[in-house]
C-alpha cells in the first residue's frame, strides 16, 4: 500500500515536468504543424545553461530565468533561420529540419560542456517522511511550480492579448491574418515560447538526475507520447496525459524495472492510435 | 511530387542500363584497387546503402517515412547472431534465413499497427515500435547479451556441392556487392510493377486510390513487409562483416541516419539512398579527420543536412530521378 501512495506521489510529480515539456510541444504543434524533434534537446541545452548560470551566481532561480530567456532567443533563430524556410512544404519536411538540428545541438552540448553529468542543487532542501521514504520537498515544489508555469501560459493565451492572437492563428491562420494578426511573428513567438518552457523545464528537472547531453532523446520520445495520447495541438489533453502516462509508468515501476518500465507507455499510445487516434481526453469529434 | 505523365511507349532506357554497368563494374574492381581501410568502407557504404534503399521503398515510392528502420536492421543482426551461434558449424544460408525471419516477423508486427496511421503519426509509431525492440533487446540480458551484445565467428562462404571458403575482405566485398545488386534489381522491378504503381499512386493521392477500389491498408502493410526484409538483409550483411550484434544498432540513431542518407540522396530513386550513404559516410570520415573537430563531426553534417532539406529537397540524384525509374 505504502509502495502505491509513493509511487502516486514520484507519478504525479514527474507527471508535472513532463507536462511542461509536452505543452511546450503542442503549443509548437497546434499552431504551426511542426513535430519538433529538437524539443528535447532545447530541454537539454536550457538544463546545461541553468547549471552554468547556478555554477556561476548560485542563484537557483536567476538559473531558471535565464535558460528560459537564453534557449527563447535560440529558439527565435532557429524559427527564423529553419523553420520559416519551410511553411507550406510538407509537414514530413519539418520532422527531418528539427531532426537535424537536435544532432546538432546535441554535439553542441557535448562540445562546449563534456560529457560528465552536470548537477544542479537542490533549491529548496529539506525533505519530508513517508512511510520509510525520505521524499524531498524539492520534488514537490517542482510539481507545484510546473503547475504555475502551466496555469500562467494557460491564462495567457485564454485571457492577454497576444494569448488570444496566438489561439487566433490556430483555429483560421488565414483569417487571422486578414484580421491583422502578424501571423509569422505569431510563429517565432510560439517557437520562442515552446523553447523557454523546454528550457524551465530542463532546469527544474535538473536536481532529479543530473543533467547530460543525451537526456533531450527520452524527454522528446516521451513527451511525443503524451501529446498523441492527450491530442496533437489540444493543451489541456496533453497535461492530463501526461500525469496519465507518468502515473502508469510509476506503477509498472513497481512490478518491474523503470526501463522496462517505458514500454507501458509505448503500448498506451500504440492502443490510443489505434482506438481513438484523436487522443484520449478531448471530446469525441463530430 | 509532380504526376506521373500519361502512358507512352517507354523509349529504352540504354543510358540507364550503361551508367548501371559501369556503376556496378566499379564496384567489383574496387576491393583490388583500394587499400584495406577504403575497401571495408566500400563494403559499408552498399550495406548502409540497402538499408537506405529498403526504407526508399516506404519513403520515395508510397511517401511514408518510417523512423523506425534501425528495428528491422538490429533483428536482422541479432537473428543473424542466432543462428552462427547456436547451429554449429555456423552456416551463411541460416544466418540469413534466420536474419529474414526475424526481421520480416518485426515488420508483420509493425506494419500491422503502424499502417493504420498517416503522415507523421506513421513517423511517431514506427519511431516508439523501434524503441520497443530496443528496451526489450537492451534489457533481456540472458538472451541479447543486453548492453555488450554478441559476438560471433564469420561463417565460411559455401556454395553446396561447389566450393566453401573462408571470406576475405574482397571476396566479402563481391558477396555484398552481389546480394545488393540483386536486390537493387528486384526492388526496382518491383516498383516498376503494377504492385509498385499503386504503392505510388497511393504517394500522390491516397483517398483517390482507395475511391479507384485499391486496399490501401493493404498494399502498406506489403510495403512495410518488403521494406523490412530487406532492411533485415542489410542487418545480417552488417552482422556477418563486423562479427557482432548491439543494441546500439536498434537504437533510434540508425533510424535517423537512414532518412538522412535518403534526403541526402534524393528520395524515390534508389539509387540516391546509396548516394546519400556515401555522401554522408564520406563526409563523416572527412570531417572526423579535420583537427578540432573529430567526434563533432555531426555539427557541420547537421548544418549540411538542414541546409540541403532547405534549398535541395530533392537530394543529389533528385535531378535524375525521372531516368533513374525509366
Known sequence: MDQIIIQTLHGLVNGMVL???????????????????????????????????????????????????????????????????????????????????????????????????????????????????????????????????????????????????????????????????????????????????????????????????????????????????????NLGGSILASIFVSLLESYASIVVSPAQAVIVSFVVLVLTMLFRPTGLFVPTPK | MTAMPAARPRPPAVGYWIGFGVVVVLLVIAPLVLPPFWQRFATEILVWGL???????????????????????????????????TVKPPSLG????????????????????????????????????????????????????????????????????????????????????????????????????????VLQSIRENEPRTRAIGYHVERYKIVAVMLSGLFAGLSGVLYALQNKFAAPDFVFFVVSGEVVIFNVMGGMGTLVGPFTGAAFFLLLREGLSRLPYLAEYYLIPLGIIFIIMIIFLPQGLLGFLRRRLNA
Do not use: C
Not at chain 1, 524539443?39 to 541553468?50: N, R, Y
Not at chain 1, 529553419?82 to 512544404?89: A, S
Not at chain 2, 529498403?54 to 543473424?80: E, K, N, P, Q, R
Open chain 1, 19 to 233: 507536462a511542461m515539456v509536452a505543452s511546450g510541444l503542442t503549443l509548437i504543434f497546434g499552431i504551426m504543424d511542426i513535430v519538433n524533434f529538437a524539443h528535447g534537446d532545447l530541454l537539454m541545452l536550457g538544463a546545461f545553461v541553468g547549471a552554468s548560470v547556478l555554477g556561476v551566481t548560485g542563484n537557483y532561480w536567476l538559473a531558471l530565468l535565464v535558460a528560459a530567456v537564453v534557449i527563447a532567443a535560440l529558439g527565435v533563430v532557429l524559427q527564423v533561420t529553419t523553420l520559416r524556410p519551410l511553411i507550406g512544404r510538407d509537414p514530413l519536411t519539418t520532422i527531418l529540419a528539427t531532426f537535424g538540428i537536435s544532432l546538432v545541438l546535441q554535439k553542441y552540448a557535448l562540445w562546449q560542456w563534456g560529457p560528465t553529468v552536470r548537477r544542479i542543487s537542490e533549491p529548496v532542501p529539506g525533505d519530508f517522511t513517508l512511510f520509510h521514504l525520505q521524499y524531498p520537498w524539492y520534488r514537490i515544489a517542482t510539481a507545484v511550480l510546473a503547475g504555475l508555469i502551466i496555469g500562467g501560459l494557460w491564462l495567457f493565451l485564454k485571457y492577454g492579448k497576444y494569448g488570444i492572437w496566438i489561439r487566433a492563428t490556430t483555429q483560421d491562420r488565414v483569417m487571422a491574418q486578414a484580421m491583422g494578426i502578424p501571423v509569422p511573428l505569431v510563429y517565432t513567438a510560439v517557437f520562442a515560447i515552446g523553447s523557454a518552457m523546454a528550457a524551465a523545464s530542463g532546469v527544474l528537472f535538473g536536481p532529479f538526475a543530473g543533467v547530460t547531453q543525451t537526456m533531450g532523446f527520452d524527454f522528446t520520445l516521451r513527451a511525443f507520447i503524451v501529446v498523441v495520447v492527450g491530442g496533437m495541438g
Open chain 2, 94 to 197: 541460416l544466418a540469413l534465413l534466420y536474419g529474414l525471419v526475424a526481421a520480416g516477423a518485426a515488420a508483420v508486427f509493425v506494419a500491422y499497427f503502424a499502417t493504420r496511421l498517416r503522415d507523421i503519426y506513421f513517423a511517431i509509431s514506427t519511431l516508439v515500435f523501434s524503441q520497443i525492440f530496443y528496451v526489450i533487446i537492451f534489457t533481456w540480458t540472458e538472451v541479447t547479451g543486453g548492453e555488450n551484445g554478441l559476438t560471433f565467428s564469420q561463417p565460411r562462404l559455401t556454395i553446396p556441392g561447389l566450393w566453401s571458403d573462408r571470406f576475405t575482405p574482397v571476396t566479402f566485398h563481391w558477396f555484398v556487392l552481389a546480394v545488393v545488386v540483386l536486390s537493387y534489381l528486384l526492388v526496382r522491378r518491383i516498383t516498376q510493377s503494377p504492385f509498385g504503381m
Open chain 2, 51 to 85: 538499408l537506405a534503399m529498403s526504407s526508399d521503398i516506404l519513403i520515395g515510392y508510397t511517401g511514408m517515412v518510417s523512423f523506425g528502420h534501425s528495428a528491422f536492421f538490429g533483428l536482422g543482426m541479432y537473428g543473424a547472431a542466432a543462428a552462427l551461434l
